[in-house]
């Protein structure tokens, strides 16, 4: 059974940072590129960054943008998302996302960021 679950969230002061975990189970996630999600109340779900299998290529949505960094660990089968300099506006779950080699879509449950004063 694929299972990713993610952790990491809480609640952080405007400025402050903290550190998304993503370990899955099931199956490895060498071949796969990875992805951050987020979905923010009465939003969308929106793509927050994504990487590449081996990690050579990161991709970030305009909004973290050199706040944001997502990296992988292939041996722990775990992908992280650091996020710095956050504002009340990054408040969301977070998720984390990869389609498997049969074209299966998997999600995590989420992580819930809240960002305030």
């Known amino acids: 059974q694929v299972q990713l679950v993610e952790s990491g969230g809480g609640l952080v002061q405007p400025g402050g940072s903290l550190r998304l975990s993503c370990v899955v189970s099931g199956f490895t996630i060498r071949r796969n590129a990875m992805r951050w999600h987020r979905q923010a109340p009465g939003k969308e779900r929106e793509l927050v960054a994504d990487i590449s299998s081996a990690g050579i290529t990161t991709n970030y949505a305009d909004s973290v943008k050199g706040r944001f960094t997502i990296s992988r660990d292939n041996a722990k089968n775990t992908v992280y998302l650091q996020m710095n300099s956050l504002k009340p506006e990054d408040t969301a779950v977070y998720y984390c996302?990869?389609?498997?080699?049969?074209?299966?879509?998997?999600w995590g449950k989420g992580t819930l960021v809240t960002v305030s004063s």
């Open positions: 996302y990869t389609r498997g080699a049969s074209g299966i879509d998997y």
